[in-house]
């Protein structure tokens, strides 16, 4: 797919410039992003493999968390490889339909991961503060209709939004200041007028950026209003502890994205932007698996109890 343009030239390809500041160091980053790479996949993927080996975890909670991680894998998948090779060689080309289909699914995986973070914290919610009311609330059906609600939200949102950009025309220079291609470079490098544009991302990342933030905080303060109520010391203890290890994730993840994409020009914040994204890119779905379900004793006893069998069939 290529693009006519106002001079008569023909857009195919941009340039992902990476992390020129830091590339005499490439071997060295290319070795940490691989190992967390391949850390965050394993993560992960052991989370997706063992709710679906295990009985014990056919519950919503878990439910859930596999779709999260789920996503997580695709996500890391969408932006990872390219990084690891421009640390490798340098600079490196992608196509201009590369480019857009890269943009879409990483803001449509994402979009996507931060409403289902909004129904895992509601489900949190109902299972801690509405406990006898859980199993009637949060059954197989609605668990099924609020994934299918996430991925039916985000598609034509953002699909809309990346075919808006799309459209813009390119002039030059064709260098994204980026290591994958988001769209708040790509509406910086266009020759159109792209204000209308530019407000229209900033609107609808804004809209499911905060609404997911407001659904989350609003459960989990509901969540630790209850935890203070219980009687027991230990118990109260325990439960803030991994209410606190969910919510520094959580900081974290919403903290770099709306960094990156709640403010309507964002020109000037296009390097600092590089290094918020690999928080979200790198850091978080490295912590996810580890925050969420591979501290969980439940978790670990399923993880032993699949290998044990695995070992057995061989």
């Known amino acids: ?92 080309t992608i196509s201009f339909l590369a480019c857009f289909i890269q943009a879409f699914v990483f803001l449509f995986l994402g979009a996507a991961g931060f409403l289902l973070i909004a129904v895992m914290s509601l489900d949190r919610y109902v299972a801690i503060c509405k406990p006898l009311h859980y199993p009637t609330i949060v059954n197989l059906k609605t668990c099924f209709l609020l994934v299918t609600a996430c991925f039916a939200l985000a598609f034509p949102l953002i699909s809309g939004l990346v075919v808006k950009v799309s459209q813009l025309s390119f002039c ?31 609107v609808l990342t804004s809209f499911i950026l905060l609404t997911s933030l407001l659904i989350t905080l609003t459960a989990y303060s509901n969540i630790v209003v209850t935890i203070l109520r219980l ?6 203890q325990k439960a803030f502890s991994t209410c606190s290890s969910h919510l520094i994730v959580l900081s974290l993840m919403y903290g770099s994205c709306v960094f990156i994409y709640v403010k309507p ?50």
């Open 1 to 92: 797919m290529s693009m006519e343009i106002r001079n008569g030239t023909t857009v195919q390809e941009f340039i992902l410039e990476g992390f020129p500041a830091i590339q005499h160091l490439g071997k060295i980053l290319f070795l940490v992003h691989l190992l967390a790479y391949l850390a965050s996949m394993a993560g992960n993927a052991v989370i997706v493999i063992i709710t679906c080996a295990d009985s014990r975890l056919h519950t919503p909670m878990y439910f859930f968390l596999s779709i999260f991680s789920f996503l997580e894998c695709c996500f890391i998948n969408a932006v990872i490889p390219k990084l690891l090779i421009i640390f490798l060689l340098g600079r490196q």
């Open 172 to 202: 030059g220079p064709h260098v994204i200041p980026h290591f994958f291609c988001d769209l708040s470079p790509l509406i910086h490098l266009s020759c159109s007028d792209s204000r209308s544009v530019e407000m229209l991302a900033f």
């Open 231 to 236: 009687p027991s010391a230990r118990e109260k």
């Open 265 to 314: 020009k964002q020109t000037n914040r296009l390097d600092s932007n590089r290094g918020a994204a690999l928080v979200t890119t790198v850091v978080t779905p490295l912590l996810n698996p580890v925050i969420y379900t591979l501290r969980n004793k439940l978790v670990h006893r399923a993880l032993r109890e699949t290998m044990c069998r695995m070992k057995i069939s061989r």
